[in-house]
């Protein structure tokens, strides 16, 4: 299981370089406008400075994508990632082509799986959000299993290759449920754990 660690929840900025010594496999910036979820997160100048080369996987929760493509562009991100619900989809899937970032979808909880798979063809992961975006700390929903499977199964059945990421509430408790998952994204579990490496080890399936 591939391991994102979330920096929605580090109150200092300096910690990322702590969270990159234990080699996730991706640091995952959470981007957040007080529109499309009521939190803001660090504006990109305040946190560009802690970023080095390392493989980031971007997930914007806005409601205008592209102005937050065009900063955090400059990162190299290996993924930027946005929500379905913010509409435009095919626009903003063709501007990260364009830009040759790979195409990340997130899912709500209450949006039906469905609307997603008329752009599983042109995508290159799928993000379950498995708690309401916006805030750290919340329990999984167990319903997201169900999504999960589904677009495990669709993607067997329709030769597809996107990678199956999921988001919130993700720990040593709700790790076994996610089997059919290519990678999981934890936050709070990680960050705030005292044994770190022990933690991703849980996460990534080594322990």
């Given at each position: 299981?591939?391991?994102?660690?979330?920096?929605?929840?580090?109150?200092?900025?300096?910690?990322?370089?702590?969270i990159e010594s234990y080699k996730p496999d991706y640091i995952h910036i959470d981007v957040m406008d007080g529109l499309f979820v009521p939190n803001v997160s660090f504006p990109y100048h305040e946190i560009k400075p802690y970023l080095n080369s390392y493989n980031y996987d971007v997930h914007l929760m806005v409601q205008d994508p592209i102005k937050y493509i065009d900063?955090?562009?400059?990162?190299?991100?290996?993924?930027?990632?946005?929500h379905i619900e913010v509409g435009n989809t095919l626009?903003?899937?063709?501007?990260?082509?364009?830009?040759?970032?790979?195409?990340?979808l997130a899912i709500n909880?209450?949006?039906?799986i469905k609307e997603l798979y008329p752009y599983l063809d042109k995508v290159d992961l799928v993000l379950v959000m498995s708690v309401e975006?916006?805030?750290?700390?919340?329990?999984?929903?167990?319903?997201?299993?169900?999504k999960i499977n589904d677009l495990y199964n669709y993607r067997l059945n329709n030769n597809l290759n996107f990678i199956i990421s999921v988001d919130g509430g993700v720990n040593d408790l709700t790790i076994k449920y996610l089997k059919e998952c290519d990678m999981?994204?934890?936050?709070?579990?990680?960050?705030?754990?005292?044994n770190i490496k022990h933690a991703?080890?849980?996460l990534r399936g080594v322990e």
């Open positions: 299981m591939k391991t994102s660690v979330s920096i929605l929840s580090l109150k200092e900025k300096d910690r990322i370089k702590e900063c955090f562009k400059n990162i190299d991100p290996k993924y930027i990632t946005f626009d903003y899937i063709n501007y990260l082509k364009d830009l040759n970032i790979k195409v990340g909880p209450k949006t039906d975006p916006g805030l750290g700390g919340q329990e999984f929903i167990m319903n997201s299993i169900d999981v994204v934890s936050g709070s579990y990680v960050v705030l754990n005292e991703l080890d849980i």
